[in-house]
């Protein structure tokens, strides 16, 4: 964000109009915009800091997957993908890659703006926190500096590994995380482990939030695919 609060956002897409139509709606609603035609361009636009990027799927010179792989490397801001593919398994691999939304085309202009707007605000209560203190809905908050979370304002005694995939889900709102995505990512089991112990440690972490007094649940299953933090 420049010092005027303006934000910049990477609009990367391989079909001009569709490029040109995002780059001219989205600079008529204050942001400034870096465009995009293809993957190398993508990334060589991402080295001036974006505060979004807005990544379609099928692009040539690097595909956006392989794009956001790459920039995931070094750049911590949203990258929501706009793809006409609308499968679960290419969702699941969008997310895999470092994702933080899939948004299918056709799309509402509205209803992109508005997702646009609710990610970075969410980055903006993550900085203004100092990226420690974050609430999130059904009134539990998460102590990322102290590891601790909070559920209608009392505490919920989580084991260190239950924070753990608590904190993994809440950093990324919205993205799906497989069994053997959060076991591999967690670490820290023993040699025998199976990922089939992740649904265990979720059912317990859920148990200890509604006992606490979270007013909902905040980690939804995706059946067939995983799980994900609500936001």
Known sequence: MKADGTYTLLVADDEPDILELLKDFFTSQGYRVLAARNGEEALQLAQKGPDLVLLDV?????????????????????????????????????????????????????????RVAAHLAREGRQAAGGGAEVRFAGNVTIDFRQCAVFANGGPVGLTPREFAIVSLLAKHPGRVFDRDLIHQKVGGWDAASSPLVVTEHVRRIRKKLLDAGAETDPIETVWGLGYRWRG
């Open 58 to 114: 099928a692009m040539p010179k690097a595909d956006g997957l392989e794009v956001c792989r790459r920039l995931r490397q070094h750049l911590h801001c949203p990258i929501l993908f706009l793809t006409a593919r609308v499968e679960d398994a290419d969702a699941l691999e969008g997310f895999e890659a470092g994702a933080d939304d899939y948004i299918p085309k056709p799309f509402s202009l509205p209803v992109l703006a508005a």
